[in-house]
């Protein structure tokens, strides 16, 4: 009975020596840098890295982006109220389809301008036309 618990005893042994070997095995294979877990932790970790690099970058970008266009606003709002006072001085030209300063080619000569009945309403393209002319001929305005 001895000699049976001494068989059995021995055998328990090695097949707690087998089971520890077939771990560590595994445990190394589980570890190992470039095929385990251990090697997608270093390759995810490098890529953590790489993607830290490229958000900074990106950061750094887009707030150079944000105060050029904060710029580029500042000068739109300064032109569009520019823009608008001119408008608001056109309005206050006469009524007068006649420009003042150099005779453009459109204008009518004087006799022209007598034959028609003074009560009448002036043609409505005259009065725009009126509003938008400058000094330059509408040939230099064309240019």
Known sequence: MQFI????????????????????????????????????????????????????????????SAAHLEELTGRSEAVAKRLELLIASMHDLPDDPKPTGAATPSAKPEAQGSLSNPGEAKPEKEALEALFLSHRTRAEAAQ
Request: a neutral charge; charged letters at 15%; glycine letters at 10%.
């Open 5 to 64: 618990a001494d068989i059995l005893m021995t055998a328990g042994a090695i097949a707690a020596g087998l089971y520890c070997f077939v771990l560590a095995r595994r445990l190394r294979r589980f570890t190992d840098l470039e095929q385990g877990v251990g090697g997608a932790i270093a390759v995810l970790s490098a890529q953590v890295d790489d993607m830290t690099k490229t958000l900074s970058s990106a950061q750094t970008t887009a707030a150079g």
